[in-house]
């Protein structure tokens, strides 16, 4: 069995950046896509972003386009989510998912998707 762990969030001013990580262990992470959703407090979790197998196909939220990069390391078993020019609406606990496929570029943007999930990381953006 799969588990992941989310790391690097914290507290960051508007316009400053942070860089998550998705730590797979147990088995290899690259028989897997693996997504990026938030939680806003009080708010329902949400697609962020995304990213098949081979690393061919990513795809991200409309927000977040143009500011975030998802990418993997399949050596490391590790997902990172770059995160730049960040805002106070970015605020929210990141969670990482995982679902196991055998499809190089199917990735998946609905929670409902994924089997397997991290403990998430808090993300703050305030000054």
């Known amino acids: 069995q799969l588990t992941l762990a989310e790391s690097g969030g914290g507290l960051v001013q508007p316009g400053g950046s942070l860089r998550l990580s998705c730590a797979a262990s147990?088995?290899?992470?690259?028989?897997?896509?693996v997504g990026w959703f938030r939680q806003p407090p009080g708010k329902e979790r949400e697609f962020v972003a995304a990213?098949?197998?081979?690393?061919?196909?990513?795809q991200y939220a409309e927000s977040v386009k143009g500011r975030f990069t998802i990418s993997r390391d399949n050596a490391k078993n590790t997902v990172y989510l770059q995160m730049n020019s960040l805002k106070p609406e970015d605020t929210a606990v990141y969670y990482c998912?995982?679902?196991?496929?055998?499809?190089?570029?199917?990735?998946?943007?609905?929670?409902?998707?994924?089997?397997?999930w991290g403990q998430g990381t808090q993300v703050t953006v305030s000054s």
């Open positions: 990213i098949s197998r081979s690393a061919i196909n990513t």
């Open positions: 147990g088995r290899t992470s690259s028989s897997y896509f």
């Open positions: 998912g995982a679902h196991p496929t055998s499809n190089l570029l199917v990735v998946g943007r609905d929670p409902y998707d994924y089997d397997l």
